[in-house]
């Protein structure tokens, strides 16, 4: 069974998503048999990194809220996480563009280690404060999931999976994704959101059979 999960770095419900997802999976008998596959997605593809602005500001102005609708979205945004075990510190959140993290994670699928890498990215971003479009940032990500040093080198260095990553978000609007995350499995079934992990259970247990 394949679970094919359209996701971005910058999302808070993408984390939470997938930890919503590995719980469930740890209940479905045929989780062996299960391959996850990331797929790209930016919610803000013309986002410019903004390290002197911080997450409740930005919220504000794409939103087009007061900056304390703003604060108190990251406020229950952060609880939420808290009930699936993340320490979320949006406070700070770097404003980063996520297109070299998704050019890494194809970098790592190649080698069985984009999960890996994705919890890496994820982490660094809602709990590290780390800037996830830093070249530096993302080499010692790469390294630590295990990736070859050389091979981020040049990844980083060229372009290499910009149109992997361009190729997934075209799927993502021919399919009809409107946000993330969105979890397809099988082809058969599909889940948008962070939801229940009843829900994922028993999507991967209809996809069984």
């Known amino acids: 069974m394949k679970v094919e999960i359209w996701s971005d770095v910058m999302c808070p419900f993408c984390y939470i998503g997938k930890r919503k997802f590995e719980a469930a999976l740890k209940e479905f008998p045929g989780a062996a048999d299960v391959t996850v596959e990331w797929k790209s997605y930016q919610l803000n593809p013309d986002l410019k990194?903004?390290?002197?602005?911080?997450?409740?500001?930005?919220?504000?102005?794409?939103k087009g809220w007061p900056i304390e609708k703003a604060i108190e979205s990251n406020i229950r945004v952060t609880a939420l996480a808290k009930e699936v075990g993340l320490d979320y510190h949006l406070d700070k959140a770097i404003v980063a563009n996520s297109f070299d993290a998704h050019r890494l994670s194809h970098l790592a699928k190649k080698s069985?280690?984009?999960?890996?890498?994705?919890?890496?990215?994820?982490?660094?971003?809602?709990?590290?404060?780390?800037?996830?479009?830093?070249?530096?940032?993302l080499?010692?990500?790469?390294?630590?999931?295990?990736?070859?040093?050389?091979?981020?080198d040049a990844l980083l260095d060229g372009n290499q999976f910009a149109d992997a990553v361009k190729a997934d978000i075209e799927e993502?609007?021919?399919?009809?994704?409107?946000?993330?995350?969105?979890?397809v499995v099988d082809r058969r079934y599909a889940i948008s959101g962070a939801q229940p992990v009843d829900l994922f259970l028993k999507t991967l247990k209809s996809a069984a059979k």
């Open 49 to 62: 990194t903004q390290p002197d602005k911080n997450l409740n500001q930005y919220l504000a102005e794409i």
């Open 112 to 137: 069985g280690l984009q999960d890996k890498v994705e919890e890496l990215l994820f982490n660094a971003y809602f709990s590290g404060g780390k800037d996830t479009s830093d070249h530096a940032v």
């Open 139 to 152: 080499k010692a990500i790469g390294v630590e999931a295990g990736c070859d040093a050389n091979e981020i």
């Open 172 to 183: 993502a609007h021919e399919i009809g994704v409107r946000g993330v995350p969105f979890f």
